[in-house]
């Protein structure tokens, strides 16, 4: 896509998220959860990049009725990369307040077939080494990461605070992004 092309795109897509952002952890809203996956193989760490916020993210998204949070991540990862997976083990949950607040569940994943390939949800799809991650990584996908790598057999419980700190750094990235391009780590 066009660099001015991706930098009219900004406005409409900082509206919806900050609507999201405000509004989503309000009292009587239901709680939104969702299921990510650190898919590591011998190329390195799986990421995908957004369509509406421009960084590197892990594969994922909200679980249908009644799926559980296994089959949720397989799915999502097949939808957004064209990959199976299998779940190695369950990471941990993120229990995020403020903006955007939500409860991340992270699995760890392997491959166990199908073709890389991006999608309407996720325009790019990279490999990236694990000990030089992009600099376009959003930042609250850091610390999942580095609990998804270390050796550990018990999962972790982490409450973070998603702030201006946060949304600044997102928007950085995203400014970042859209000028340079999805090539842009």
């Known amino acids: 896509m066009h660099r001015l092309a991706r930098l009219l795109m900004l406005l409409p897509a ?3 998220l900050a609507w999201w952002g405000i509004f989503s952890g309000r009292r009587g809203a239901a709680e939104r959860v969702v299921h990510q996956a650190a898919i590591v193989a011998e190329p390195g760490v799986l990421l995908t990049l957004r369509p509406d916020l421009y960084g590197w993210e892990l594969p994922g998204g909200a679980p249908l009725p009644g799926e559980s949070g ?11 990369t064209g990959l199976d997976v299998a779940v190695e083990r369950f990471v941990g949950e993120y229990h995020r307040t403020g903006f955007g607040a939500h409860r991340a569940r992270v699995y760890r994943c392997r ?33 999942p990461l580095a609990d998804a790598l270390a050796p550990r057999s018990e ?31």
């Open 14 to 16: 900082w509206g919806q």
């Open 70 to 80: 296994e089959d949720a991540v397989r799915r999502e990862v097949l939808e957004e």
């Open 111 to 143: 491959v166990v077939g199908g073709a890389l390939r991006t999608s309407d949800e996720t325009p790019a799809v990279a490999w990236f080494d694990p000990v030089a991650l992009p600099h376009t990584l959003l930042p609250w996908y850091r610390g």
């Open 155 to 185: 999962p972790v419980e982490r409450h973070e605070r998603q702030g201006v700190r946060s949304i600044v750094s997102g928007m950085v990235i995203d400014l970042v992004m859209r000028w340079r391009g999805p090539e842009a780590r």
